[in-house]
T-cell receptor, first 115, second 112 residues
Framework: EPEVTQTPSHQVTQMGQEVILRCVPI?????FYWYRQILGQKVEFLVS????????KSEIFDDQFSVERPDGSNFTLKIRSTKLEDSAMYFC?????????????FGPGTRLTVL | GNSVTQMEGPVTLSEEAFLTINCTYT??????LFWYVQYPGEGLQLLLK?????DKGSNKGFEATYRKETTSFHLEKGSVQVSDSAVYFC???????????FGGGTRVLVKP
């Protein structure tokens, strides 16, 4: 069964450093997403991406964040200058179509720890 | 804006007990509704979904019915197993916005 994969599973970085989180969505999917979950809190939407551009972003997704689909398979989330409060589990998701019904498939997540 | 509220946990049950997790939502129009499950150390897995009023989603013995009149999507299972121990998230999707909005999650612990 096709699945979304994410690397690395755990990333530790120093405050102020840049990190890139990588995702390989399901191959025939067209919509891509990033969500995050701060420990013990709810899953929060960050950004959605379609046709090589951002289609929706949340207030959390400020200028420190960017997304890219550098090739036909990867989807990346870059945080330019990490802060302590960026420590969270980051989930990538993909879906085949928008509109109802809409089913997003999630990867296993990357745990980001900012020291 | 859209929001999802679900009962706080943890919910601790004995094996074979009946499980209910309440979920209510606020949204305009007709969102699609989902339950996701997160097992320890893993990502989010879709458990079941419903796309219109009175639809019943079901999977692995879990059920939830989309109730437009009460804006609810409560999750139920008649006889839980230890392997059902996980965090359960209720979520809604609206095409305008193209994103899932999650509830806070409910941790369920099933003891043998």
């Amino acid at each position: 069964e096709p699945e979304v994969t994410q690397t690395p599973s755990h990333q530790v970085t120093q405050m102020g450093q840049e990190v890139i989180l990588r995702c390989v969505p399901i191959s025939n999917h067209l919509y891509f997403y990033w969500y995050r979950q701060i420990l013990g809190q709810k899953v929060e939407f960050l950004v959605s991406f379609y046709n090589n551009e951002i289609s929706e972003k949340s207030e959390i997704f400020d200028d420190q964040f960017s997304v890219e689909r550098p090739d036909g398979s990867n989807f990346t989330l870059k945080i330019r200058s990490t802060k302590l409060e960026d420590s969270a589990m980051y989930f990538c998701a993909s879906s085949a179509t928008s509109g109802n019904p809409h089913e997003q498939f999630f990867g296993p997540g990357t745990r980001l720890t900012v020291l | 804006g859209n929001s999802v509220t679900q009962m706080e946990g943890p919910v601790t049950l004995s094996e074979e007990a009946f499980l209910t997790i309440n979920c209510t939502y606020t949204a305009t129009g007709y969102p699609s509704l989902f339950w996701y499950v997160q097992y320890p150390g893993e990502g989010l897995q879709l458990l079941l979904k419903a796309t219109k009023a009175d639809d019943k989603g079901s999977n692995k013995g879990f059920e939830a019915t989309y109730r437009k009149e009460t804006t609810s999507f409560h999750l139920e299972k008649g006889s839980v197993q230890v392997s059902d121990s996980a965090v359960y998230f209720c979520a809604l999707f609206k095409a305008a916005g193209n994103k899932l909005t999650f509830g806070g999650g409910t941790r369920v612990l099933v003891k043998p």
